[in-house]
């Protein structure tokens, strides 16, 4: 980027892209105790007969993917419910600030509802691992904001409609968003196959080189290995990354609040 100033503006923006998408995964790798996989325990044991780790500064997803991926989906929710809070900040700028409370505010009061009802229940302790408990008085406001969602919704979701039947059938076929709602955040879970699926095929790959063992020959076959299956086990990241975070970006992100301009085809 900073040697050919004159490449075109496409290529430009990819290449700042995957720089990026670079400085991330170093973060990450840091975060997860992942370089090049196990690359530094297995040299260390290969070739010179130490045992030594890189310690994760977090966590180590493959020892624990229950947690990452109860992480992946809590920053799904994140970006689900940034998408939402946009399309009320494009409404409150145009000046609908009704439509911002029966279509964002309606909607958030729901979900936020059932997201407090849900991380106490037996359900999602079984799915986390461990029980969650909240003081009385938040579950009668997680009870209180779903009632008052579903009913904001119901009411209100067909409310440019003078039939009162077509409102209300209207409103009730808003709800089953839910769904959809539920889907997108578990679109997130890629998260976690993407983590775990790259990482094992890196550990794979260290032990296929080490397997010729330590001395001149070892090292040699060690470093062909190296080269070759982290440079593809790289390439099926960096596809992969590229991809399904463009799916998270836009159909569930942009599916929120993007409305597209132009003339209609």
Same mark, same amino acid.
């Given at each position: 980027?900073?040697?050919?100033?004159?490449?075109?503006?496409? =290529?430009?923006?990819?290449? @700042?892209?995957?720089?990026?998408?670079?400085?991330?995964?170093?973060?990450?790798g840091?975060?997860?105790?992942?370089?090049?996989?196990?690359?530094?325990?297995?040299?260390?044991?290969?070739?010179?007969?130490?045992?030594?780790?890189?310690?994760?500064?977090?966590?180590?997803?493959?020892?624990?993917?229950?947690?990452?991926?109860?992480?992946?989906?809590?920053?799904?929710?994140?970006?689900?419910?940034?998408?939402?809070?946009?399309?009320?900040?494009?409404?409150?700028?145009?000046?609908?600030?009704?439509?911002?409370?029966?279509?964002?505010?309606?909607w958030f009061?729901?979900?936020?509802?059932?997201?407090?009802?849900?991380?106490?229940?037996?359900?999602?302790?079984?799915?986390?691992?461990?029980?969650?408990s909240?003081?009385?008085?938040?579950?009668?406001?997680?009870?209180v904001?779903?009632?008052?969602?579903?009913?904001?919704?119901?009411?209100?979701?067909?409310?440019?409609?003078?039939?009162?039947?077509?409102?209300?059938? =209207?409103?009730?076929?808003?709800?089953?968003?839910?769904?959809?709602?539920?889907?997108?955040?578990?679109?997130?879970?890629?998260?976690?196959?993407?983590?775990?699926?790259?990482?094992?095929?890196? @550990?794979?790959?260290?032990?296929?080189a080490?397997m010729?063992?330590?001395?001149?020959?070892?090292?040699?076959?060690?470093?062909?290995?190296?080269?070759?299956?982290?440079?593809?086990?790289?390439?099926?990241?960096?596809?992969?990354?590229?991809?399904?975070?463009?799916?998270?970006?836009?159909?569930?992100?942009?599916?929120?609040?993007?409305?597209?301009?132009?003339?209609?085809?």
């Amino acid at each position: 980027l900073l040697k050919f100033k004159g490449m075109e503006g496409g =290529l430009k923006k990819s290449l @700042q892209m995957f720089f990026y998408c670079g400085l991330s995964t170093l973060f990450w790798g840091l975060m997860f105790g992942g370089f090049f996989g196990d690359l530094v325990t297995v040299v260390a044991s290969t070739f010179f007969h130490k045992e030594v780790t890189l310690p994760a500064l977090w966590f180590a997803p493959l020892d624990d993917p229950m947690r990452l991926l109860l992480w992946s989906l809590l920053f799904g929710i994140i970006h689900l419910f940034m998408g939402l809070g946009i399309k009320g900040y494009m409404m409150i700028k145009d000046g609908k600030y009704l439509d911002c409370l029966y279509d964002v505010g309606f909607w958030f009061a729901l979900l936020i509802g059932l997201l407090l009802l849900l991380i106490p229940s037996e359900l999602f302790a079984s799915i986390a691992g461990q029980k969650f408990s909240f003081p009385g008085f938040v579950g009668i406001i997680a009870k209180v904001l779903t009632v008052v969602g579903l009913v904001g919704i119901v009411l209100m979701s067909g409310r440019r409609k003078k039939n009162p039947a077509l409102r209300i059938a =209207l409103g009730l076929y808003d709800i089953y968003g839910i769904t959809s709602w539920l889907s997108d955040i578990l679109s997130y879970s890629r998260l976690l196959a993407l983590g775990l699926a790259t990482g094992v095929i890196a @550990q794979v790959v260290n032990s296929m080189a080490s397997m010729m063992g330590g001395g001149i020959l070892g090292a040699v076959f060690f470093i062909i290995v190296f080269i070759i299956g982290h440079t593809l086990n790289i390439a099926i990241n960096l596809l992969g990354a590229y991809v399904h975070t463009n799916r998270l970006q836009y159909v569930e992100f942009f599916g929120k609040f993007y409305e597209g301009g132009g003339r209609p085809f």
